[in-house]
């Protein structure tokens, strides 16, 4: 069984502060673990991926996540938000091996303020 | 490259109603997934097909049925459909088995029951 969590449905920062989105997961099985951008009227696009290599991932536009084990988290950052980076965030986990279907968190509304 | 086309983008259907939701992908993917998208819920996964002739049930399967006839398409389709099922739904692909589990999304098909 795998699941994941989100915490905060939204999330507001002021152009050029820090972006810091949190993702906690639960999984069985060694995990492959994502976030994905959704921007207004689209579809979701990969941002980046951990697929048990380095625990820090970079990402596109700046995003970066780090694999924490001990602590079952993934959170996502950005050092400085741009405008351009308002969005819904999804987090989720795959199974490392077998199936592939994936588990999304509930997303995470990312504002950002002039 | 188009990618994962669906069709249609827009549809408004009164309670009763029967319609289908053409999911097609260029890429040779095993792997193909229908999901909804409501409000504060994230993504729930409907069904799935992990290879030509072949379905599954998701999370949510309940109003829903699937058809997967040729690798490159997989149907939707809503029997009788109920306002409840007014939401956008996405569909994905995923090359499946030796892969990381990275999902291809289509840019979605916003469904209104009335």
């Known amino acids: 069984a795998q699941s994941v969590t989100q915490l905060g449905s939204h999330v507001s920062v002021s152009e050029g502060a820090l972006v810091l989105l949190r993702c906690n997961y639960s999984s069985s099985v060694p995990p492959y673990l994502f976030w994905y951008v959704q921007y207004p009227n689209q579809g979701l696009q990969l941002l980046l991926k951990y697929t048990s290599a380095a625990t820090l991932v970079k990402g596109i536009n700046g995003f970066e996540a780090e694999f924490k084990k001990s602590e079952t988290s993934f959170h996502l950052t950005k050092p400085s938000a741009h405008m351009s980076d308002a969005a819904e965030y999804f987090c989720a986990v795959s199974p490392s091996g077998g199936s592939y279907i994936p588990t999304f968190g509930r997303g995470t509304s990312l504002i950002v303020h002039p | 490259n188009a990618g994962v086309t669906q069709t249609p983008k827009f549809r408004v259907l009164k309670t009763g109603q029967s319609m289908t939701l053409l999911c097609a992908q260029d890429?040779?993917?095993?792997?193909m997934y229908w999901y909804r998208q409501d409000p504060g819920m994230g993504l729930r996964l409907i069904h799935y097909s992990v290879g030509e002739g072949t379905t599954a049930k998701g999370e949510v399967p309940d109003g829903y049925n699937v058809s997967r006839l040729k690798k490159q398409n997989f149907l939707l389709g809503l029997e009788s459909a109920a306002p409840s099922q007014t939401s956008v739904y996405f569909c994905?692909?995923?090359?499946?088995?030796?892969?990381?589990?990275?999902?291809?999304f289509g840019e979605g098909s916003r469904l209104t029951v009335l």
């Open positions: 994905a692909s995923s090359p499946g088995l030796a892969n990381t589990g990275e999902l291809f």
């Open positions: 890429m040779n993917h095993e792997y």
